[in-house]
Nanobody, 119 residues
C-alpha cells in the first residue's frame, strides 16, 4: 500500500508555471509506475504524464514540450513541472501509483490538487 499526498496547485495566469509535488508514504524506488492525471469539470479523468520504474516517460500530446515529470527517490516524491500553462490546463490534478503485489497491479490515488489557469 501507499498513501499519496499532492501539493503545489493554485491559481496562475496563462503562460505561467507551477510545480506539483506528490509525496508517497513509502519508497518509490520499486513502484512500477507513477503518474499524474487530471480531471476538468464535465470531463473524464485523463493521463497527463507518467514515469515507469526505469524512468521511461509518457506524456499526453496536449502537454508535450510544456510539462515534465520527474522523481526524487530520496524524498519519495514525484513532481510535475508545468510551463506555458493555458486555461485548458485548468483541472484537478491527481497523483497515481501502480504497485505490483504477487503479480497483480494495484492502483492508488491521491486526493487531488486544483490548478486554475486564468486567461
Amino acid at each position: 500500500q501507499v498513501q499519496l499526498v499532492e501539493s503545489g496547485g493554485g491559481l496562475v495566469q496563462s503562460g505561467g508555471s507551477l510545480r506539483l509535488s506528490c509525496e508517497a508514504s513509502r519508497s518509490i524506488f520499486s513502484i512500477k509506475r507513477m503518474g499524474w492525471y487530471r480531471q476538468a469539470p464535465g470531463k473524464q479523468r485523463e493521463l497527463v504524464a507518467e514515469m515507469a520504474s526505469g524512468d521511461t516517460t509518457n506524456y499526453a500530446d496536449s502537454v508535450k514540450g510544456r510539462f515534465t515529470i520527474s522523481r526524487d527517490n530520496a524524498k519519495n516524491t514525484v513532481y510535475l513541472h508545468m510551463n506555458s500553462l493555458k486555461p485548458d490546463d485548468t483541472a484537478v490534478y491527481y497523483c497515481n501509483a501502480v504497485i505490483v503485489n504477487r503479480l497483480l497491479d494495484y492502483e492508488y490515488w491521491g486526493q487531488g490538487t486544483q490548478v486554475t489557469v486564468s486567461s
